[in-house]
């Protein structure tokens, strides 16, 4: 039986319907394939998975810094503390019962207190991330906090505790002492010199004494860096944490 020629033409353009179908539905599901697996790829490349609420704060900064989490600044850099390795630092006490001055140079500190009068002492020590503990004659005691421009803390002197917070400065302010031979004993003074060039001085006439007693120190001349003491130029030394000297 013979198949008029216009089946023939349409069985053959159904079939070739049908092909063309088939091919663009497959080219469909490999488009959709491959859009998924992208987007799977990229979700874990970049860590979408997850909120970004949920991501640590501390990453986050290292993110955007490039800096890993171990690299962050200590809690005293960020929170702007700096620790200068030399400075002076002197000032009065609560209540205006006397003042102290504390010198820092690297790895050493020196630290004085008097109140012009019969109370005074001196104290040497190690300073530690910002830290001072410092110990004295008689029991006496010194600890502080310090930083860029200013230092607290607490000395304690013939049992009475006194409480400061003083300030940074440099030459002529600052702390002063003085050992010197006067008529066979020997003197030792101490000056403080306050940021508005008040000064405050205690000496020991007899520091060898078995029990040396304390007084007001005589008027220290800055300019010279001298003072009179019955009839006898004693001269006194800068103890200053940025050079270092009387160290």
Known sequence: MKIPTPVITLIVGLA???????????????????????SANTGANT????????????????????????????PSSSAGFVIPPQANYVGEVQGDLGSVAIVVHNTFAVAYFCNGKTQEAWFKGTPQDGKLS????????????????HARGTVTVD?????????????????????????????????????????????????????????????????????????TTIVATPIDGETGSGF
């Open 159 to 231: 049992g009475i505790a006194h409480v400061f917070s003083i300030i940074a400065v440099h030459r002529p302010s600052g702390l002063y002492q003085s050992i010197a031979d006067v008529r066979g004993a020997t003197v030792k003074a101490g000056w403080i010199v306050l940021a508005n060039g008040t000064q405050v001085g205690s000496m020991m006439p007899d520091a060898n004494a078995a029990n040396p007693s304390s007084q007001t120190a005589p008027k220290l001349d800055i300019s010279s860096r001298t003072a009179q003491y019955e009839g």
């Open 47 to 74: 860590g979408t998975a997850a909120p970004a609420s949920a991501q640590p704060t501390t990453a986050g900064a290292s993110a955007a810094t490039g800096q890993s989490p171990s690299a962050a600044p200590s």
């Open 16 to 38: 070739l319907a049908v092909s063309l179908l088939v091919s663009s539905m497959s080219a469909v599901s490999a488009k959709k394939a491959a859009l998924a697996e992208a």
């Open 134 to 149: 410092m110990t004295g004659k008689g029991n006496a005691t010194l600890t502080a906090n310090y930083a860029l421009g």
